[in-house]
Structure formats: structure tokens, C-alpha cells
């Protein structure tokens, strides 16, 4: 019997040729979020604060908040701002990377959102071959996927962070998964500690729970770009950080 393989992404930020891509050879694409590109941390030239701000001051962002500075950097940040009609000025960038990002996945594609995404626009540029989930089940190939998308409250204060209760209901409302797909990573130190940017990322403990009690295949997930640990065993599951696509370009492969 021929084995059926489903490609996964995450952290895509705005590589949309990669993208195009990055379903060939396989049943099905799997996307765990942040298509959006804010603010490129490896070249300050890219991205929407850039493009509104310039270099300049995008690598001054970038120097506050990586040495943990966060007022500072908001400081900064609402000084530019100011004048700036900020909501429109975003949301007309974060459509214009969504109409070329959603046009480049392939049929079919199951997304979920990343903590830079904006949830209220997906709908509206996802096409018919794009199925978007959050704190729900779909059965692909045989087996029954999990998706939550977003993540938890931090200083970097980026559009989709939500409360640990929120997520812990969308982790709950899942239930028992065959892959349990999320973009944020369980709490484990090990696979949130960023070796570039020498910092801890945010992680969930109901992420973790539910790994331990439901037992999963896999748990796979994104959000840490160049994370100490991709890969390790919880108790009878598979965690796997599937890459920064935007860096990489290559999804993951899942088979079976």
C-alpha cells in the first residue's frame, strides 16, 4: 500500500516562493502559522516595520528587544508611531502579504494561526482548497489531526497572543489526536530556548499535560526559530519542531 505523506510548515513569514513549493510530493500540506512577516530579526530590511520605518530603526528595535529591553523598545516604537494612523498602515500591509502567502498554498492545506497572525482576515483570503482550524479535529489520510493555533501573553505583545486559559480550553476542546499540531511548543526547556536569540520562548503546560495524558503520535510545532532541541520523546510521543520555513524553505515530512 502506497504510504501517504502529508509536508508541514511553520514560521513562514512572507516566504511566499518557498511556499508555492512546498506541498510537491506530498497528499496534503500542513501549516502551523505565522505567514505574516513583522520584522526580520536576521536582515532588518524585510518585513512591515521596515517598509513603514526603515532599516534604521528596525535594527534598533531588533537591538532593544533582543537585549530584553521591552519598554525601551516600546518606547521607541510609539515615538515612531506617533502621527501614524497604526491600524490601517498594518492592516493594508498584513493583506498584501495574505493575498500573495493564501494564493501560494496548494489543495488541500490545513492552517492554523501563529502569535503573528491576524485571525480576522484568514477567512476572507483562505480559498476553497485551505481548511483553517482552531482547537479542532480533521481526519487526514486515516488519522485524526489536532490544530491550535496562536500564542501566550508576552512583552513582545504580538497580535495573537491569548490567555493560558483560552488555549488550555482550545487544548482541551482537541481532545484525543492521532497528531496534535500546534504553533507554539510544550513546556519543555529544551524546546523553547532560542540559541540565536539566547532567549526562552513562551511554552504551554496544557500543551504538555495533554501530551502526557493523551499520548499522541506526534506534537508538532514551530514558533522557536533555531530552538536548542528539535526533536525529543515525551512519555510515548514524538515532539518535533518542523523549522523555520522562512529560512529554510523545506517543510517537514510526515509518512505513513
Known sequence: MPAFRVNVVSDVHGNAADLARAGDGA?????LGDLVL?????????GIFPDLFGARNASRIVELRTARRFEEAREFGRRLWAGVDRGPAIEAA???????LFAAFPTPTYATYGNVDMP???REYAGPGTTVLDGERVEIGGRVFGFVGGGLRTPMRTPYEISDEEYAAKIEAVGEVDVLCTHIPPDVPELLYDTVARRFERGSRALLDAIRGTRPRYALFGHVHQPLVRRMRVGATECVNVGHFAGSGRPWALEW
Open 120 to 122: 480576522t482576515l484568514w
Open 94 to 100: 498584513v493583506r498584501k502579504q495574505y493575498a500573495e
Open 27 to 31: 497528499d496534503a500540506l500542513v501549516c
Open 38 to 46: 513583522f520584522l526580520d530579526y536576521a536582515d532588518h530590511s524585510r
